[in-house]
T-cell receptor, first 109, second 114 residues
């Protein structure tokens, strides 16, 4: 079993749609969780951290369920510019980060 | 302004010919990381430096080495590149442990092995 697993997609959605991604992790001792965005052939960039209480940043909402060991990302009112790969990232402590392989999102006009 | 710089952006080498990739940072961060990312796969941590302390991941092949001569620079040396080493190599930095510090990534070096 992979340490961090994501549905690879792709998710094809129209502009304005709401789309949700899930991610599961295997290490129950994982401490911190993040969503990164990666555009084609570019470096990953931090989208948002994920807190136990859930957190929101504009159109983006992240949730963490420690009991079930999964993380989610909800994107509301999708924009064309949201098209990218979304990487789930888990920090297992110290300096070790495990990336998921990413979920590809295509937003169409 | 670029904060994590990688050179070159594209590197072509021959099978077995040593190659060095460079990373520099203007953030004065303590930690520098090297990741390998193959097409449609997750970035995979190879190793990191906390200041001068080198930390190798258990499954990183011996073919991969790293040097950090000072705070600003970190190098990835591939001693004998194989076809399977063709990938994007990403350098990242963080002030301290990732739990409370954002990682900043450079633009990557795309390595082709002929």
């Amino acid at each position: 079993r992979k340490e961090v697993e994501q549905d690879p997609g792709p998710f094809n959605v129209p502009e304005g749609a709401t789309v949700a991604f899930n991610c599961t992790y295997s290490n129950s001792a994982s401490q911190s969780f993040f969503w990164y965005r990666q555009d084609c052939r570019k470096e990953p960039k931090l989208l948002m951290s994920v807190y136990s209480s859930g957190n929101e940043d504009g159109r983006f909402t992240a949730q963490l369920n420690r009991a079930s060991q999964y993380i989610s990302l909800l994107i509301r009112d999708s924009k064309l510019s949201d098209s990218a790969t979304y990487l789930c990232v888990v920090d297992t402590g110290g300096f070790k980060t495990i990336f998921g392989a990413g979920t590809r999102l295509f937003v169409k006009a | 302004d670029a904060m994590v710089i990688q050179n070159p952006r594209y590197q072509v080498t021959q099978f077995g010919k040593p190659v060095t990739l460079s990373c520099s940072q203007t953030l004065n961060h303590n930690v520098m990381y090297w990741y390998q990312q193959k097409s449609s796969q997750a970035p995979k941590l190879l190793f990191h430096y906390y200041d001068k302390d080198f930390n190798n991941e258990a499954d990183t092949p011996d073919n991969f080495q790293s040097r950090r001569p000072n705070t600003s620079f970190c190098f990835l040396d591939i001693r004998s590149p194989g076809l399977g080493d063709a990938a994007m190599y990403l350098c990242a930095t963080s002030r301290d442990a990732v739990a409370v510090n954002t990682q900043y990534f450079g633009p990557g070096t795309r390595l082709t092995v002929l």
